[in-house]
């Protein structure tokens, strides 16, 4: 009996995320196999490898990285998702409000689903997170003499989490909802600021722009993103990726992933900890101090 593989998520969305964080050699097979996984269920190590110009045991690297043990397990794994995606849905097709909840499922389905989701992002994201880009961005979050965030819609809750934590241990942070008011701080940026754009998507024009512009001002850029080749990614000089892509085509229905609120949340903490762990004595201070501050708010 073959070795049996255990995928915790979508194979073609690991892949997707993944690469992000691989050398050329094994990015350019990434991209070949998102661009046309039909593909991949017939074809041969040695034709991919030519067609990557790689080596075949590079190929079976990349399948080793992705933790399948075989090509032959991979290529079996493409077909099954790829099937699995295929099958026909009920009337005109199913239509998801939330990731994968339909109008079939009842209060224990749904109940289930959301917390199993929840679950499965914060696994992946632990098991995914690049130590070497967290070490830089916690490198660059001590550099820095202001923190600006940019980031719009859902992905502000992350933002908002980042201005308390940072805030707290005696960070300098700046936000604007206000696109005006944003462009003007934006310009304010320089060579010791660490600009921070959060979007799941990559694309969202405001943030992508914001984090361009700050770039331009000769600040260090950090992205947090689910998509290596979304466009936040050209302007970000550290790109932290979450595992929250759904599905075979990419990102969630209506353009919105709401579990991958959940996997920024969790960077920002991370990131949090490990600056405060990095300076444990002002932490604590900043902490106590802000304390005494908001005691008042309390009853």
Not at 157 to 179: P, Q, T
Not at 252 to 270: C, F, G, P, T, W
Request: with cysteine; proline share 3%; charged share 25%.
């Amino acid at each position: 009996m073959g070795e049996e593989v255990e995928i915790s998520q979508g194979l073609l969305a690991r892949i997707r995320w993944m690469s992000g964080y691989m050398n050329p050699a094994l990015r350019r097979i990434a991209d070949r196999i998102l661009r046309a996984p039909e593909e991949v269920k017939s074809i041969s190590i040695k034709d991919l490898a030519a067609q990557c110009e790689v080596s075949e045991s590079t190929v079976t690297r990349f399948v080793r990285e992705i933790e399948v043990p075989s090509f032959q397990q991979f290529k079996i794994l493409i077909a099954e998702e790829l099937s699995q995606a295929g099958r026909p849905m009920s009337g005109e097709g199913e239509r998801h409000v939330y990731e994968d909840i339909t109008a079939e499922d009842d209060t224990a389905s749904v109940l289930s689903k959301v917390t199993a989701r929840y679950a499965l992002t914060a696994t992946d994201t632990r098991d995914g997170l690049s130590a070497e880009q967290l070490e830089r961005a916690v490198s660059a979050i001590e550099a820095a003499d202001v923190m600006a965030f940019y980031a719009t819609g859902s992905s502000l809750l992350s933002v908002e989490n980042a201005l308390l934590r940072f805030m707290r241990v005696g960070k300098r942070c700046l936000f604007y909802r206000d696109l005006g008011i944003r462009q003007i701080g934006t310009s304010t940026l320089g060579p010791k600021s660490l600009a921070i754009g959060i979007s799941n998507s990559g694309r969202t024009i405001t943030t992508v722009d914001s984090l361009r512009a700050a770039k331009a001002q000769g600040a260090t850029t950090l992205a947090i993103t689910s998509f290596p080749d979304a466009p936040i990614v050209r302007y970000a000089d550290i790109s932290l990726f979450t595992p929250t892509v759904t599905g075979i085509a990419g990102g969630a229905e209506y353009n919105e992933s709401m579990v991958s609120k959940i996997a920024q949340l969790q960077v920002v903490d991370v990131l949090y900890s490990l600056y405060a762990v990095r300076n444990f004595g002002s932490a604590i201070a900043g902490l106590e101090r802000t304390s005494d501050v908001t005691a008042l708010t309390r009853y």
